[in-house]
């Protein structure tokens, strides 16, 4: 496989573990071509045209030094300037994929919160009260992520001609489905039964030795659930707090989340919602180890680093 069609691979992965379905996805990529045939010449230019192939727009191929055949990869979480040097020295990494956005993919991070809205929808909030929480909320997260300097490891990779790509929001719909059926397959009656249930999986079990285990930071161990959401591990961010209060009307008893801010917390406690925090880093390591296990399957060499810990699943 060469870069575009691991890039290409891991969008379809990403599109077959999406809440919205493969249909829904098709809608939102239709409405941005819909968008992109209105606009006039001047204004078609400076569109960003990958959005309407690509419904994850904060995962990019970043560079493309050398259009060959990939024989070995490496992954991380955070790949910046560093890490490419570092893949550079190596000698014989033919690709580097990162898992959190840069260049245009974090400028567009915003834009893959879409499916948040069909996420809360999923678990019982009305679609009307989870866009009008949601879209203030994406507006919000745009304007954040102005300040950072995006293009800075792009330049990295295209100085040290290193084939470089990010994905993303594809590789957290490939865990938040991971969890999303082992929740429903398993039903764990209390907080500590899911706790007990994610230290079976082994990013998770790492994550305890290294002191960054799932653990609740609202809610009690011996709480029960209730109904149990995975609203807080695909698009793109944390959603918008005010939502604790929807989810609690919506019957939701505990959220599962990768993080969560003390505003989230706050609003999440008077929501009476328990938050189990399954891992940040561990969380993203499942999602890419996912994704990854297909290339190795295809005869790619994985080599991880950035906190990327590898398992595989076959
Ligand atoms: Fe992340």
Do not use: W
Not at 71 to 80: C, R
Not at 139 to 166: C, F, M, W
Request: net charge negative.
């Amino acid at each position: 496989m060469k870069t575009k069609e691991i890039f290409d691979l891991a969008i379809k992965m990403g599109i077959g573990s999406d809440f919205r379905g493969s249909l829904g996805v098709q809608k939102f990529i239709d409405k941005k071509k819909k968008k992109y045939d209105s606009l006039s010449e001047g204004a078609k230019e400076l569109y960003d045209i990958e959005a309407i192939t690509n419904p994850y727009l904060d995962s990019r191929i970043h560079n493309i030094g050398e259009d060959k055949e990939i024989k070995k990869v490496l992954a991380g979480i955070d790949v910046d300037t560093a890490e490419l040097l570092l893949a550079k020295s190596l000698g014989d990494i033919d690709l580097v994929i990162g898992h959190h956005p840069v260049g245009k993919g974090l400028s567009s991070l915003g834009d893959v919160m879409n499916l948040q809205a069909d996420v809360y929808n999923y678990y019982g909030v009305p679609i009307n009260i989870a866009e009008a929480l949601n879209f203030p909320r994406i507006a919000e997260v745009s304007r954040g992520v102005t300040a950072s300097n995006h293009q800075k490891p792009v330049d990295a990779a295209k100085i040290l001609n290193i084939n470089y790509i990010n994905v993303h929001t594809p590789a957290d719909n490939l865990v938040a489905k991971l969890l999303k059926d082992l929740i429903e397959k398993e039903n764990p009656e209390t907080v500590e039964d899911v706790i007990s249930l994610f230290k079976e999986i082994p990013e998770y079990r790492e994550a305890v030795k290294n002191g960054s285990g799932p653990k609740p930071i609202t809610g009690k161990l011996e709480n029960r659930c209730g109904k149990i959401a995975i609203t807080e591990i695909t698009g793109g961010t944390e959603g918008s707090p005010k939502l604790f209060e929807k989810m609690s009307q919506a019957g939701i008893g505990t959220v599962i989340a990768m993080h969560a801010s003390e505003e989230h917390r706050k609003k999440a406690e008077e929501a009476h919602i328990n938050i189990v925090i399954a891992g940040h880093i561990s969380t993203d390591s499942i999602g890419m180890n996912l994704f990854l296990d297909e290339l190795e399957k295809a005869g790619i060499e994985i080599v991880t680093f950035s906190g990327l810990t590898r398992f595989k699943r076959f």
